[in-house]
């Protein structure tokens, strides 16, 4: 389940067998995670230089932590791991994780499902845990790769710029009435700022209503 998702670093605390043969079957193609695994003897020793610590929760408790769902969970992993260690635990198959091992949580995190039957697999929960993990840091790699690209997202007062122009020629090309103007620029902010023009796309948008001036001059 972690392998799919693009994670590798388990910690195992005080597993019964380790290592051993049928976990190793079942992991096929992602033994390496299990190989390369952590083991320790206790939660708290797994968590040593961890900054931020995520418990996982099939049932509510007394409402002792505050409770994420897994995309908030994802997000918080998300920023939290730019600063330093961040641990998302899970519990034991059968009973789950102890209230004491919840207190060393900042936070815990429940996937949403039935009510009366709110209990996954460990292994099924860790798959949903760590796809949204993925998902996440997709978005977030996306979103860097647009901000460092050569091409950088416009800034405000080069849109604010864009706009005036916008208004102006449009009014020179009797599409907007400056006596009756009915919310059209608004609308035509909220489309441009929709899209997060880069500087490229500004000067582009801008060099059309240049040329739309220029035209409409020659007329
Ligand atoms: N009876 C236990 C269930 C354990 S399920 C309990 O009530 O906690 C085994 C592990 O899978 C849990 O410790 C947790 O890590 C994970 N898990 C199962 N269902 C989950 C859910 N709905 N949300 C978050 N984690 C879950």
Redesign the pocket.
């Known amino acids: 389940a972690m392998k799919t998702m693009c994670q590798d670093r388990l910690y195992l605390v005080r597993p019964k067998f380790f290592p051993h043969d049928e976990a190793t079957a079942r992991a096929s193609g992602a033994d390496d995670v299990l190989a390369t695994a952590t083991l320790c003897d206790g939660l708290q020793e797994a968590l040593v230089g961890t900054r931020l610590v995520i418990?996982?929760?099939?049932?509510s408790r007394s409402l002792q932590w505050p409770l994420l769902n897994?995309r908030e969970c994802a997000e918080k992993v998300l920023q939290e791991s730019l600063q330093g260690e961040v641990a998302l635990?899970?519990?034991?198959?059968?009973?789950?994780?102890t209230n004491a091992e919840l207190d060393l949580c900042h936070y815990a995190?429940?996937?949403?499902?039935n009510p009366d039957y709110?209990?996954?697999?460990?292994a099924?929960?860790?798959q949903?845990?760590c796809y949204e993990l993925m998902m996440a840091s997709n978005a977030s790699e996306q979103q860097l790769y647009i901000h460092e690209d050569d091409d950088p997202v416009a800034s405000a007062d080069q849109v604010e710029q864009f706009f005036q122009h916008l208004e102006e020629t449009l009014i020179q090309i009797s599409f907007l009435d400056p006596q009756n103007p009915k919310h059209l620029i608004r609308r035509l902010r909220r489309l441009y700022n929709r899209a997060r023009p880069t500087q490229n796309e500004i000067n582009i948008l801008r060099g059309i209503l240049t040329e739309t001036q220029r035209a409409n001059k020659l007329e």
Request: with cysteine.
């Open positions: 418990g996982t929760t099939a049932r897994p635990v899970f519990g034991r198959e059968r009973s789950g994780l995190v429940q996937i949403p499902c709110s209990s996954l697999n460990l099924a929960a860790v949903v845990l």
